[in-house]
């Protein structure tokens, strides 16, 4: 590997779209910006962006200092690495291997920045990594991930390894080799990448002073977290109002910001099923998803779709929680058996054989959503019935009563005589018009998102047995008196977390709740529709973890008047 000489490279402006070339200039504009800051490594690393609405991307000329390279000299690339458009030079095998392997799977990800910086390469070397010990190593925690080390990045297996590891976060940690960053925008992936270098400098910095460190707190840690991803839908992501050559034209007088929010990173449906496992429930192969650790979190999906939609929410909630969700039988990944008759007492078993299966038996929290809000409301009530142990509730948006349930024309033809028909013929296109009615106006999916949803509801031929799975709406009507009933106990922590404009169990649905629950414990989202943890899953975040925070201050009261009416000193709970 040798340094190359600068050749005098051809505008390509000419060449390319609009768009690609306003990416050219920002890239170029981050690979000074990363000379500037002394973040290089002579020709090696490098920093990627994707060419706008393709999958191909940019990358260094292999053999340039990054002081060296324009918007002309990136060389455009294919997910083979392959080279688009004439250029006198080459690209660095190894680079090619990491920045593909992020490209590949987080659709999310337009910009992936790697260093080789001496406290990065420092700190990647040390067992625990990043410590919290500086008000810059919050944002890194989280969204960070870890990666082992496996030599030079050349080995093209190495690939499905970090892209499990990395996983939906921002922050990747290269035990022995760097710092990786992946954004939503080049601003993005500089602005992270500034935080991780600064949180890697103070804490070799704070080592080598010798003193004792002091370790921030870990409900800070939390809070911290909640704070930033809460202001995430309330102001533009940082490099939105400006591209990065203006960030560079202002870096010697303007400190650059530190981004003091995380957004909650997407998990690609391919990283998604990779993580999956499989239990045998009934002779039916289900696929399930479990993570971090804590009390019991089972998140239960809604009609048509499966687990996936808790993606947004999987690593924050996994954070404190052991998490658990399936694809119900019919539903995703799992068995779609033709000649089954579908039933939701029979998916509150599969939620019960699951949580055997894991061998849980501690009770259990629930966030649950559509027909998943009747699975819950079934095990509720057999929480009840002394048949399962449950600690707490929140419904998202779902047919609670069936007197307020609105039914999409999809699902009215669904229970028709020709149902069957209606199935077999639904398709992308239909799934498409449906959502684009229930979503909230300014939350609707992409077309890649939506790309996602029909693969769960294609995958193991699922449309032929949509016309079975829609009985569930009859059999809500026959259990409503047992399930309401179960609500209006009040012992088990409720609360409702809705879309108001949610054509289907909307705020029409919410108003119902309040008139039948006594002191109903409700949220409404403005603007947003039938799913609200994948529109606003930021918003249902906040309310779920006040929710359970909410239910801790009440346990530690008890736990005071215990003491207290035993004659003992007051004291809290252990946490």
Same mark, same amino acid.
């Given at each position: 590997?040798?340094?190359?000489?600068?050749?005098?490279?051809?505008?390509?402006?000419?060449?390319?779209?609009?768009?690609?070339?306003?990416?050219?200039? /920002?890239?170029?504009?981050?690979?000074?910006?990363?000379?500037?800051?002394?973040? /290089?490594?002579?020709?090696?690393?490098?920093?990627?962006?994707?060419?706008?609405?393709?999958?191909?991307?940019?990358?260094?000329?292999?053999?340039?200092? %990054?002081?060296?390279?324009?918007?002309?000299?990136?060389?455009?690339?294919?997910?083979?690495?392959?080279?688009?458009?004439?250029?006198?030079?080459?690209?660095?095998?190894?680079?090619?291997?990491?920045?593909?392997?992020?490209?590949?799977? *987080?659709?999310?990800?337009?910009?992936?920045?790697?260093?080789?910086?001496?406290?990065?390469?420092?700190?990647?070397?040390?067992?625990?990594?990043?410590?919290?010990?500086?008000?810059?190593?919050?944002?890194?925690?989280?969204?960070?991930?870890?990666?082992?080390?496996?030599?030079?990045? !050349?080995?093209?297996?190495? #690939?499905?390894?970090?892209?499990?590891?990395?996983?939906?976060?921002?922050?990747?940690?290269?035990?022995?080799?760097?710092?990786?960053?992946?954004?939503?925008?080049?601003?993005?992936?500089?602005?992270?990448?500034?935080?991780?270098?600064?949180?890697?400098?103070?804490?070799?910095?704070? &080592?080598?002073?010798?003193?004792?460190?002091?370790?921030?707190?870990?409900?800070?840690?939390?809070?911290?977290?909640?704070? /930033?991803?809460?202001?995430?839908?309330?102001?533009?992501?940082?490099?939105? @109002?400006?591209?990065?050559?203006?960030?560079?034209?202002?870096?010697?007088?303007?400190?650059?910001?530190?981004?003091? !929010? +995380?957004?909650?990173?997407?998990?690609?449906?391919?990283?998604?099923? #990779?993580?999956?496992?499989? =239990?045998? =429930?009934?002779?039916?192969?289900?696929?399930?998803?479990?993570?971090?650790?804590?009390?019991?979190?089972?998140?239960?999906?809604?009609?048509?779709?499966?687990?996936?939609?808790?993606?947004?929410?999987?690593?924050?909630?996994?954070? *404190?929680?052991?998490?658990?969700?399936?694809? +119900?039988?019919?539903?995703?990944?799992?068995?779609?058996?033709?000649?089954?008759?579908?039933? $939701? !007492?029979? &998916?509150?078993?599969?939620?019960?054989?699951?949580?055997?299966?894991?061998?849980?038996?501690?009770?259990?929290?629930?966030?649950?959503?559509?027909?998943?809000?009747?699975?819950?409301?079934?095990?509720?009530?057999?929480?009840?019935?002394?048949?399962?142990?449950?600690?707490?509730?929140?419904?998202?948006?779902?047919?609670?009563?069936?007197?307020?349930?609105?039914?999409?024309?999809?699902? #009215?033809?669904?229970?028709?005589?020709?149902?069957?028909?209606?199935?077999?013929?639904?398709?992308?296109?239909?799934?498409?018009?449906?959502?684009?009615?229930?979503? @909230?106006?300014?939350?609707?999916?992409?077309?890649?998102? $939506?790309?996602? %949803?029909?693969?769960?509801?294609?995958?193991?031929?699922?449309?032929?047995?949509?016309?079975? $799975?829609?009985?569930?709406?009859?059999?809500?009507?026959? &259990? *409503?008196?047992?399930?309401?009933?179960?609500?209006?106990?009040?012992?088990?922590? !409720?609360?409702?977390?809705?879309?108001?404009?949610?054509?289907?169990?909307?705020?029409? +649905?919410?108003?119902?709740?309040?008139?039948?629950?006594?002191?109903?414990?409700?949220?409404?989202?403005?603007?947003?529709?039938?799913?609200?943890?994948?529109?606003?899953?930021?918003?249902?975040? #906040?309310?779920?973890?006040?929710?359970?925070?909410?239910?801790?201050?009440?346990?530690?009261?008890?736990?005071?008047?215990?003491?207290?009416?035993?004659?003992?000193?007051?004291?809290?709970?252990?946490?």
């Amino acid at each position: 590997m040798s340094l190359a000489t600068v050749q005098s490279t051809q505008s390509v402006k000419d060449q390319v779209s609009a768009a690609e070339w306003q990416a050219r200039i /920002d890239l170029a504009a981050c690979y000074r910006l990363v000379a500037m800051h002394g973040w /290089d490594d002579l020709i090696f690393t490098h920093i990627s962006a994707k060419v706008p609405g393709t999958e191909d991307f940019l990358i260094n000329p292999f053999g340039l200092m %990054f002081h060296e390279i324009t918007a002309s000299s990136l060389v455009k690339v294919d997910q083979a690495g392959n080279k688009l458009m004439d250029s006198p030079y080459e690209i660095n095998p190894a680079g090619y291997t990491i920045h593909s392997a992020v490209h590949e799977v *987080r659709h999310d990800v337009v910009c992936v920045l790697h260093t080789h910086t001496a406290a990065g390469v420092a700190v990647s070397a040390q067992k625990q990594g990043v410590l919290p010990i500086s008000q810059q190593s919050l944002f890194v925690l989280s969204s960070l991930a870890y990666h082992a080390y496996e030599g030079v990045a !050349l080995n093209h297996e190495e #690939k499905a390894r970090l892209q499990a590891d990395l996983g939906p976060n921002n922050f990747l940690m290269l035990h022995n080799h760097g710092l990786l960053t992946c954004g939503a925008t080049i601003a993005d992936t500089f602005l992270m990448m500034f935080t991780f270098q600064r949180a890697c400098d103070i804490q070799v910095l704070a &080592q080598n002073g010798g003193a004792e460190l002091i370790a921030i707190e870990p409900q800070i840690l939390a809070g911290g977290q909640g704070d /930033d991803c809460r202001r995430d839908q309330e102001r533009p992501r940082h490099g939105r @109002g400006f591209g990065l050559a203006g960030v560079a034209a202002q870096a010697r007088s303007t400190r650059p910001r530190i981004p003091t !929010l +995380m957004p909650l990173a997407e998990i690609p449906l391919s990283a998604w099923r #990779k993580r999956g496992q499989s =239990f045998v =429930f009934r002779g039916q192969t289900i696929r399930y998803w479990v993570a971090g650790q804590g009390e019991p979190l089972l998140l239960i999906h809604g009609f048509p779709s499966a687990s996936w939609d808790w993606h947004y929410l999987w690593q924050p909630l996994a954070q *404190r929680n052991l998490v658990i969700a399936c694809d +119900m039988l019919g539903f995703g990944d799992s068995a779609k058996p033709l000649d089954h008759t579908y039933c $939701l !007492l029979e &998916q509150a078993d599969l939620q019960q054989a699951l949580l055997a299966h894991l061998r849980v038996q501690q009770p259990v929290h629930i966030m649950a959503h559509d027909y998943g809000d009747s699975v819950a409301q079934e095990l509720l009530a057999r929480h009840y019935e002394g048949r399962f142990q449950l600690a707490s509730c929140v419904f998202l948006n779902g047919g609670l009563f069936p007197e307020t349930h609105r039914a999409a024309l999809v699902q #009215k033809l669904l229970l028709s005589p020709v149902g069957w028909m209606i199935g077999r013929a639904f398709g992308r296109n239909a799934l498409a018009d449906s959502f684009k009615q229930i979503f @909230g106006p300014g939350t609707r999916p992409s077309e890649s998102a $939506l790309d996602d %949803f029909w693969s769960l509801i294609e995958n193991n031929d699922g449309p032929r047995i949509l016309h079975k $799975l829609i009985a569930y709406i009859p059999q809500r009507r026959r &259990q *409503r008196e047992r399930w309401v009933a179960a609500m209006q106990r009040g012992e088990v922590p !409720l609360r409702v977390i809705d879309g108001e404009v949610d054509p289907i169990s909307g705020g029409h +649905m919410v108003a119902r709740y309040r008139e039948l629950i006594a002191d109903a414990d409700t949220v409404l989202l403005a603007n947003i529709g039938h799913y609200p943890q994948v529109e606003a899953p930021v918003q249902v975040l #906040k309310h779920y973890l006040a929710f359970r925070e909410g239910i801790e201050s009440n346990q530690d009261r008890l736990w005071e008047l215990a003491y207290v009416g035993a004659g003992l000193p007051a004291m809290r709970t252990p946490r």
